[in-house]
């Protein structure tokens, strides 16, 4: 394992040398809060923030991205094709990400690229990313990370972990990717390598020890879906739910989207959106007809989804990373470990 030693005096001069070869993407304050955004000339990352309203997810997968284009002007001799726009995949660089939400990629990553189907969009700026986690030194009250298999120090799916050490930052080295990221931003020193993951080591203990919260998922997988669909606690859980679908834009996992078709003039452009499934409108089919027209159905079905399918389907975990966000921002509190701890307990009455 190659640790660097990056001085934080230094830290600005090598983020501008990236730029030479990178886009970078990080996270900014915005009024209050932080979100991630492309970091233009002259901004830097927000390395002291604890938590972001939004993840880095937009990075891979855009709230907004346009993916077929074409003319309707019959003068053109390809009118009426739609074809992939000519986006810009050159190397592009994420600092400052969160473990929680590097892991949260590559759960995202199992529905995006599978053997069936590669999605173009997705795949090629994954592969054009070089992603350089910040570990989380002081984890906030909502963390529940270490009880998802990521913690505060987690490496799943970074290419590089930074440690805050107060002068200066340890960089874990991970992959290749991440190799290439230090030298084109100049940051060279080799760190002592025994004492610095022994200085890692024991802010990572410190930073697991301060999550308290409890969520308990391994009874899930052994309970039937049928078991859980029909339990009677779904109507209390869905009771205060408001449908504002906060819960799901906010997490680092959760993929769902919508298709419209837009055409100004002559120019015709096809549009991938994220969407909510806690929207009636999700689901709308074209007669009219919704299979999940009632609010209990969808809270059922984004709880049934996070911790019952993925967790069946791929078995890897249930499909949240512990950022804490759909908790911290919900306007009527309706609590994810609270749900998980239920379900997992749940046991039916004969
Ligand atoms: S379900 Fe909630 S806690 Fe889990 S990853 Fe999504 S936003 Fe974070
Ligand atoms: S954030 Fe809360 S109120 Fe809004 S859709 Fe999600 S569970 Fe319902």
Redesign the pocket.
């Known amino acids: 394992m190659k640790v660097i030693k990056i001085d934080k005096n230094s830290w600005t001069k090598g983020i501008d040398k990236s730029r030479e070869a990178y886009k970078l993407f990080g996270p900014v304050k915005d009024k209050t809060i932080v979100i991630f955004k492309e970091l233009e000339q002259g901004m830097f990352p927000e390395m002291e923030y604890t938590d972001s309203v939004l993840s880095a997810k937009s990075v891979i997968f855009p709230q907004t991205e346009k993916i077929l284009g074409g003319s309707l002007d019959e003068s053109i001799e390809d009118h009426h094709i739609l074809k992939r726009p000519d986006t810009n995949y050159s190397p592009r660089a994420v600092l400052g990400i969160r473990p929680y939400d590097a892991k949260a990629i590559q759960l995202v990553k199992l529905n995006f690229d599978t053997e069936d189907y590669r999605d173009p969009y997705w795949c090629d700026a994954y592969e054009a990313t070089t992603f350089i986690g910040l570990a989380i030194n002081e984890p906030s009250a909502f963390d529940f990370s270490t009880l998802t298999d990521t913690g505060p120090f987690g490496e799943e799916g970074l290419d590089i972990l930074l440690v805050d050490c107060k002068e200066e930052y340890l960089a874990k080295v991970l992959t290749d990717k991440g190799e290439t990221f230090l030298k084109a931003s100049g940051f060279e020193e080799s760190a002592n390598t025994k004492p610095s993951l022994k200085t890692i080591k024991a802010l990572q203990s410190k930073a697991e020890k301060a999550i308290t919260s409890k969520i308990d998922s391994s009874k899930i997988k052994d309970k039937t879906i049928l078991e859980l669909y029909e339990a009677p606690f779904w109507d209390d859980l869905a009771f205060?739910?408001?449908?504002?679908?906060?819960?799901?834009y906010v997490c680092p996992t959760c993929w769902c989207f919508d298709i419209q078709d837009e055409t100004r003039g002559k120019t015709c452009s096809r549009f991938r959106n994220w969407d909510t499934c806690?929207d009636p409108l999700f689901t709308m089919h074209g007669s009219g007809h919704n299979p999940r027209g009632e609010k209990t159905q969808r809270?059922r079905q984004r709880f049934m989804h996070k911790l019952k399918y993925f967790l069946d389907k791929y078995d890897k975990g249930i499909m949240c990373v512990g950022c804490g966000r759909?908790v911290k921002?919900?306007?009527?509190n309706?609590d994810i470990r609270e749900v998980c701890n239920t379900m997992n307990s749940y046991e039916k009455q004969e």
């Open positions: 205060s739910c408001i449908n504002c679908g906060t819960c799901t806690m809270v759909c921002h919900c306007p009527v309706i």
